[in-house]
């Protein structure tokens, strides 16, 4: 099936990694983080990308997240499984609460609004030291297990992850090819007319911010498992600002993009910690010179790029391509 | 012969920088001294960093990295509390001796069997800072903090030893690591009835509250904790900081320790190379220092890189002189420093002086 | 208690100046490009830290001198970076040049760290460190020429996009780049000059707060938050705006910081900007939006 | 009954009055003209008739129900669909999936079950692309389906925005200048695309520019100026209408009805 | 014979991505002329008037004007030099003042302040709601009342050649009956016009010449008159 041709490529890479690198630090931990990292930007892109609704707070949602699960698991003595729909329902309801009201906002006040809840949110983590160990974080959070299957090796969690990863990519890529994936971009083209097609843009915006906050919730509630740590500095705005530049660095309105981006940033700076003190500007410069030369994302960048060498290689008398529809590229 | 590693993970770039700096350069000069001298066991000291910038999330997968990837033998870093405190687990359960170079008693109270520190714990700092007060009388404090890990934590212990020394508390104030203006805080203190004011903070939050306390024209007495144990304090504060009180390691002052101090020429050694390479000494530094020498120590001591051994050997740490003091440990003190290894300093004439 | 509530008002208006400074710098390069430029913060360090930088040691130049030259080095910092980063990204749009302008702060930021390692710095007040009372109040002489710095640079850049020409092509910029290049603007050179203003005003704002506030490789990233804070609260773009915006914020948290909790202060700014937003969208200056369909 | 009522209906904008008591019906089934001088409120009205703009006073009846505090969506949802004068397309997709933004309100799955992708999905998908094509087809698009929108004309757009307004099957019809842009050729097709449309049962207000069009295609015709009602009846009698023809058409043109 | 043009263009091309718009497009003005341009939606008039101004690269053949090249010259130097175009679509500056819009288009202009102020009292006289409104801001006017904005901006840049994108689109009939007055005005007062217009009609009507386009090529140019009497455009454009 061609729609979801790209996921089973993702899943082929995903399962075929570990096999070709095992126990590679590269793989395991690195991608884990990835895999997360790559979860919460396909997210952050159902409502910036497509519904064209940018949100500088999307940390303080995967915080949450954790925290319910860290919380609840470590200082009430919960089951995980229960925690995390506990956590998810919070977060849930919370998202539902604000939204209405921020999204109300638009362009830049948008993104002050949702960059002051997330450090609103951050700011109650630090503080609420009783309930969440504060700046020191809050530890020994057990790890999942199902049906006796126990997630304790970092193999383990690279399958959990991965497969997780298919699943939001699934779905996102299922929700752009709806009727409700339609009304997103189309609000995201025009508000007015998205209106004068009977979608009601209020409620679909906070239908995407609140799957969006779902999407994080559940990210982080198995961020907090996978780490057995949380501390309020993985929640920080300056994440949530990551969280973006992931997304737009891919290519906005591309769920692959995102996963490209957030697979990028999180290995950069991996790669680049053997410059150390040169690390900071060259990972800026790095991020700036990706934006210069392919300001529509690296995703679709790369793509034209390869279509372009493509066609020059191919002779000339073949037909000319046909126009891609750069929206499409789901 | 094949090299001894030492992994290490340290905030040297973010807000926690001014730990994690000094803290680097010293394990990259003294290592670098070793090899030059020999290395230990005929064995050269090889060291593996990464920089956290102060993110405890980083700090847990480059903790995995050091073990897993670069196999190292021994782990002395963390300069935070929180990227102590999130590794221990993997630590733990990687069975890798790990020295932490974080302030917080949490690393060591309950004891781990893979974790010690060496630098004071801030419970200590403020048990310093009440003893002092004790003496002169004092029995109302107004406590401020910095909303950091550092200063949490300190406000945590400030208030939990308080009544040990029949002290109350009579103000709580807080700020960001970031702010630039302290005043409202210290004008509800002012209208306290406290008798002196405590701050536990690093960074430029202490130098501020030191500059208002002193526009507002308050005369109290003023506490600050080891967090600005370093001469950049004094430079940032000016004027304002005379007549301020710190607990700090003797590093600070060694020169006007008595020949006899066993940790004097320790302290020495360590200043001149680091003063002579990088410009002024900090007490973080020092026990990255300490962390570095127990470690090896250890190793030398054990034969073997065996990391089981190596840990059995730093538990056995007896007498050693370092930066912070003098350490004992033992199966139930991963620390092995008293209160006696510091000392309160009070700043007079822009230079520390010793409180007797 | 009328003692404390001065005091609190003379901080918040010491501290939201600054805001106001930080901000007034966004609302240049927005007024020309809808662009936050996310390294307005590191404008207000690098002026700082070279201002620092060249008054520094026996053989530095007097205050003044240094003053001017840090605040060239951070306009030809901010002309480069308009030239160098934004003008080649072609077709890009408002977000991709935010991202570029989050590239480039975190490059501005790590070169600093190089050029001045990671140590604190502090600048001499301008006119002494002795408190000036104000009733039962203090105030510093540096926090005067805080204020004072702010209201004549917000008058300038008020005055110069409501009455010169240049300011009115700036405007025309960013509301439609087609039709400014169609009646005559050259629009890169305003956009340079723009973000050559813009980097000079923050300039300005890092040397006249870095005697009270201290300057490192990353004061930027705060005062830049409370600067952005401090222009939306006030109305994007609208200079007066920024300044009252950052007067407001300032005055929130030092009034919530002695009278309700300093733990909670920034939270409680933050909660009181979501309100304000929430009953006016567009800031407490700023105009709504004027496309019609 | 009347399929629309508008009564006393009146707005400012900070003073100015753009609408001032207006009132009129118009009747099923029908092609009905708005036409005045610029600035007359044409748009205005529209907006207030869409939900977009709330009047200060007034009331508009659309099938016996109140539209006055509605919002869009709830407007559309009554039956009333509408083309823009300053063109809002969807500008991030391609045509065809602009027009299917138009089905919105003919289908009906939701978030949740478009995420898990549960098979009356697929069914409805090929239902709406279907509806979508037909209404392409009925605005002689068929050549543009496939292009991004944001490579189309100035043209183009104007009727790739009236078959999406079609594809979501008003009972009313509102266009906004839908010749502006077209050459008199193209007019004479948009003529017939509006009589088509209204062959089909969907009533058509129309606002329009170009008095060709309207004379020719209109059962009846409204002239507002300055907001107000100026007349209002068959289009022989507007074009004889002296008053209109000083403050809106000009003497020297006689339009074929 | 390309000397006394004063706008000369030779086959000009222009592409969107890999799509070509422009399939060498060759045309001239002659100075005084007032050339009509008409075609169908999507022939390529706005994409040839862009690439004129220079704010839609040419991606081959050359623009010269008035002598000189100018096929590549930035699009605020080209105005400088003479050319103003009235762009498709309005393009006002939404947030600034209507007055703001119209001294904006005399910015290449603005040292000659008399000369500005006796051009900005004739555009309010030729549009007298412009001068109501000159205070309100121009995102708020009305379509056609935007459409005037637009014609007396371009007129205060003082143009030598004017390209006017459908001047009269939107435009209630009386107004496009004035539109056209004022062209033909502007023309014998010596400005050069280069008008693109879909009321075909009226427009062959005023003009002194005509091109067809079709697909972006010039697929047929002769006097207006003969165009008007020339049965395929009267088939393809007029609406017969
Ligand atoms: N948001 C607004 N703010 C201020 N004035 C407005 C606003 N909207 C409309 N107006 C004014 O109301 C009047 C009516 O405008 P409207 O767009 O309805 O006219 P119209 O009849 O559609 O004209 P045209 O035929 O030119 O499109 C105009 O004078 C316009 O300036
Ligand atoms: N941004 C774009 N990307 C891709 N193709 C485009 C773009 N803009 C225009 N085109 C294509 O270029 C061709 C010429 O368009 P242009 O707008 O110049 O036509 P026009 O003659 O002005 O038509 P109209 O009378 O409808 O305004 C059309 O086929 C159009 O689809
Ligand atoms: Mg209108
Ligand atoms: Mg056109």
Not at chain 2, 3 to 31: C, W
Not at chain 5, 123 to 148: D, N, V
Request: hydrophobic share 45%.
């Amino acid at each position: 099936m061609k729609r979801l041709s790209g996921l089973f490529l993702l899943a082929v890479a995903i399962v075929v990694l570990p096999i070709i690198f095992p126990d590679n630090y590269f793989v395991t931990v690195v991608g884990v983080s990835a895999g997360l990292h790559a979860i919460l930007a396909v997210s952050l892109n159902l409502l910036m990308g497509y519904a064209g609704q940018i949100s500088l707070g999307h940390a303080a949602f995967f915080g949450i997240g954790a925290y319910s699960s860290a919380i609840l698991t470590t200082r009430y003595g919960w089951n995980p499984w229960p925690s995390l729909l506990v956590g998810l329902a919070f977060t849930g309801t919370l998202a539902y609460i604000v939204a209405r009201p921020i999204l109300k906002l638009k362009g830049h006040y948008l993104a002050m609004a949702t960059l002051g809840l997330g450090i609103i949110v951050h700011i109650f983590i630090v503080q609420l030291g009783w309930l969440t160990g504060g700046p020191d974080g809050l530890g020994g959070i057990p790890t999942l297990s199902l049906f006796g299957w126990t997630v304790d090796s970092d193999e383990r969690w690279y399958m959990v992850i991965g497969g997780l990863l298919l699943l939001v990519v699934w779905l996102a890529l299922n929700i752009i090819d709806s009727r409700s994936g339609r009304a997103l971009r189309a609000l995201h083209g025009s508000e007015v007319a998205a209106e004068m097609m009977g979608i009601n843009t209020a409620a679909t915006k906070t239908g995407v911010f609140v799957l969006a906050a779902l999407i994080a919730a559940l990210a982080g509630s198995v961020f907090a498992h996978q780490q057995a740590f949380v501390s309020p500095d993985s929640f920080s705005f300056a994440f949530s600002i990551e969280l973006v530049t992931m997304v737009v660095l891919g290519g906005m309105a591309s769920t692959y993009g995102a996963v490209l981006g957030a697979i990028i940033l999180t290995f950069l700076p991996e790669l680049l910690v053997v410059f150390e003190d040169y690390e900071v500007m060259i990972f800026g410069a790095i991020l700036m010179g990706m934006m210069i030369f392919l300001p529509q994302g690296l995703f679709v960048g790369l793509l034209e790029l390869l279509r372009k060498l493509i066609r020059r290689s191919r002779p000339a008398n073949l037909s000319t391509p046909q126009k891609e529809d750069p929206h499409g590229a789901a | 012969a094949e090299p001894i590693r030492i992994g290490t993970f340290l905030s040297v770039t973010g807000p926690a920088s001014f730990l994690g700096d000094p803290e680097l350069k010293t394990l990259q000069m003294y290592i670098e001294n070793i090899n030059a001298k020999g290395g230990v066991d005929g064995r050269p000291v090889e060291l593996v960093h990464y920089d956290t910038g102060g993110n405890a999330k980083e700090a847990v997968n480059f903790a995995k990295r050091l073990i897993q990837k670069d196999k190292v033998d021994v782990i002395v870093g963390g300069s935070t509390s929180g990227s102590s405190l999130s590794v221990m687990p993997l630590v733990e359960r990687a069975k890798i001796p790990f020295i932490s170079l974080a302030g917080s008693i949490k690393i060591i109270d309950p004891v781990q069997k893979w974790t010690f520190k060496t630098p004071h714990t801030d419970r200590m700092a403020a048990q310093k800072i009440y003893e002092d007060m004790q003496k002169r009388g004092i029995t109302k404090v107004a406590l401020i903090s910095g909303n950091g890990g550092f200063g949490k934590s300190g406000r945590a212990q400030s208030l939990a030893m308080a009544p040990n020394y029949d002290i109350e508390i009579v103000a709580d104030e807080q700020y960001g690591a970031k702010d630039t203006d302290m005043t409202a805080q210290l004008t509800k203190i002012r209208d306290t009835d406290a008798q002196a004011i405590l701050n536990f903070g690093f960074g430029s939050g202490p130098a501020i509250v030191t500059k208002n306390v002193r526009q507002l024209g308050i005369t109290l007495p003023l506490y600050q904790s080891h967090g600005v144990a370093s001469k950049k304090f004094i430079e940032l504060a000016g004027d304002a900081a005379e007549g301020v009180r710190l607990p700090a390691a003797a590093l600070l002052v060694a020169e006007k320790l008595p020949q006899s101090d066993p940790q004097r020429p320790v302290l020495l050694g360590y200043k001149n190379l680091y003063e002579g390479k990088y410009g002024d000494v900090s007490t973080f530094g020092g026990h990255a220092y300490d962390g570095l020498m127990i470690a090896l120590e250890a190793i030398d001591r054990a034969d073997s890189t065996d990391k089981a051994k190596v840990r059995d050997e730093i538990e056995k740490t007896t007498n050693f002189p370092g930066t912070g003091g003098v350490f004992t440990m033992s199966p139930t003190d991963h620390l092995g420093l008293g209160l006696d290894a510091f000392q309160m300093l009070e700043i007079k004439n822009g230079d520390w002086t010793i409180v007797n | 208690m009328f003692d404390q509530i001065l005091q609190f008002l003379l901080t918040g208006i010491t501290v939201g100046s600054t805001y106001a400074l930080v901000g007034l710098g966004f609302a240049i390069i927005y007024n020309a490009s809808d662009v936050v430029n996310f390294s307005q913060g590191e404008f207000v360090m690098i002026g700082a830290m070279s201002a620092v930088a060249l008054s520094a040691g026996d053989s530095g130049l007097p205050l003044w001198a240094a003053a001017l030259g840090a605040v060239l080095i951070t306009t030809l910092v901010g002309m480069a970076l308009q030239r160098f980063a934004i003008a080649p990204a072609r077709g890009a749009s408002v977000v991709t040049t935010i991202i570029i302008t989050i590239g480039a702060s975190i490059f501005l930021r790590g070169v600093a760290l190089l050029v001045w390692g990671k140590d604190l710095f502090a600048l001499p007040p301008f006119s002494g460190d002795a408190p000036i009372q104000v009733g039962n109040a203090t105030v510093l002489p540096q926090s005067l020429w805080v204020m004072g710095g702010a209201a004549v640079l917000v008058f300038g850049a008020q005055h110069f996009f409501t009455h010169t020409t240049l300011g009115k092509a700036i405007l025309a910029c960013s509301c439609n780049k087609t039709a400014a290049h169609l009646v005559g603007i050259n629009v890169s050179i305003m956009l340079l000059v723009a973000y050559g203003l813009s980097a000079a005003l923050g300039a300005m704002a890092g040397i006249l707060v870095a005697p009270i506030t201290f300057a490192s490789y990353d004061t930027g990233v705060m005062l830049g938050l409370k600067g952005f804070s401090a222009a939306i609260l006030g109305g994007m773009g609208n200079p007066m705006g920024a300044v009252a915006g950052g007067l407001l914020l300032g005055l929130i948290e030092s009034l919530s910081a002695g009278l309700i909790s300093s733990g909670y202060k920034d939270a409680i700014g933050f909660i009181i900007l979501l309100l304000v937003l929430f009953f006016r969208p567009s800031g407490l200056f700023g105009k709504a939006s004027v496309e019609r369909v | 009954m009347a399929l629309l009522e508008v009564q006393d209906l009146t707005i400012s904008f900070g003073g100015v009055t753009a609408i001032a008591d207006l009132h009129f019906e118009v009747p099923e089934s029908q092609v009905y003209a708005v036409i005045g001088p610029n600035g007359a409120g044409k748009t205005t009205l529209f907006n207030m008739l869409s939900g977009i703009y709330r009047p200060n006073e007034g009331s508009i009846r659309f099938q016996g129900q109140e539209i006055v505090g509605r919002r869009p969506h709830q407007v559309a949802r009554m039956g009333i669909s509408r083309t823009f004068q300053n063109l809002q397309m969807f500008f991030n997709m391609s045509v065809l999936d602009n027009v299917k933004v138009g089905c919105h309100l003919r289908t009906h799955s939701r978030l949740w079950s478009a995420a898990l992708r549960l098979p009356n999905i697929r069914r409805e998908e090929r239902q709406a692309e279907e509806w979508a094509r037909e209404a392409l087809v009925f605005c002689g698009l068929e050549a543009y389906i496939d292009q991004p929108a944001d490579a189309l004309s100035y043209g183009v757009l104007k009727r790739v925005e009236i078959a999406r307004a079609l594809a979501a099957r008003p009972r009313l019809l509102l266009m906004d200048e839908p010749a502006a842009g077209l050459n008199d050729t193209e007019t004479v097709e948009m003529r017939e695309l509006i009589r088509r449309i209204s062959q089909t049962g969907v009533s058509v207000l129309l606002v329009e520019h170009n008095m060709g069009l309207v004379m020719q295609v209109s059962d009846r015709i409204l002239v507002i100026d300055y907001g107000s009602r100026l007349a209002e009846g068959l289009p022989q009698e507007i074009q004889n209408n002296p008053k209109v023809i000083e403050a809106y058409l000009g003497g020297e043109v006689q339009y074929a009805v | 014979m390309p000397s006394e043009a004063l706008l000369q263009v030779t086959e000009l091309t222009a592409h969107y991505g890999p799509i070509q718009a422009l399939h060498g497009i060759s045309l001239e003005v002659k100075p005084g002329e007032l050339v009509a341009m008409v075609g169908a939606n999507g022939a390529g008039k706005t994409t040839l008037l862009h690439t004129l101004s220079n704010v839609h690269k040419a991606s081959g053949g050359s623009v010269i004007f008035d002598g000189q090249e100018i096929t590549r010259t930035a699009p605020h130097k080209i105005v400088q030099a003479g050319i103003c175009h009235i762009p498709e679509g309005r393009q006002v500056f939404a947030p600034l003042s209507v007055e703001d819009n119209l001294l904006l288009g005399s910015f290449t202009r603005r040292k000659e302040k008399a000369w500005v102020a006796e051009e900005l009292e004739r555009i309010y006289q030729l549009f007298p709601i412009l001068q109501e409104k000159r205070r309100q801001a121009a995102g708020t006017l009305s379509g056609g009342q935007q459409q005037m904005l637009a014609m007396g901006r371009a007129l205060l840049g003082r143009p030598k050649l004017l390209l006017l994108d459908e001047p009269s689109m939107g435009l209630a009939p009386l107004l496009v009956a004035e539109i056209f007055r004022v062209v033909r005005e502007l023309n014998e007062q010596g400005v050069t016009i280069l008008l693109v217009e879909q009321n075909a009609k009226a427009a062959l009507g005023i003009a002194d010449r005509g091109y067809v386009l079709e697909t972006g090529r010039v697929v047929l140019s002769a006097a207006a008159d003969e165009l008007l009497a020339d049965e395929a455009v009267q088939k393809a454009y007029l609406g017969h």
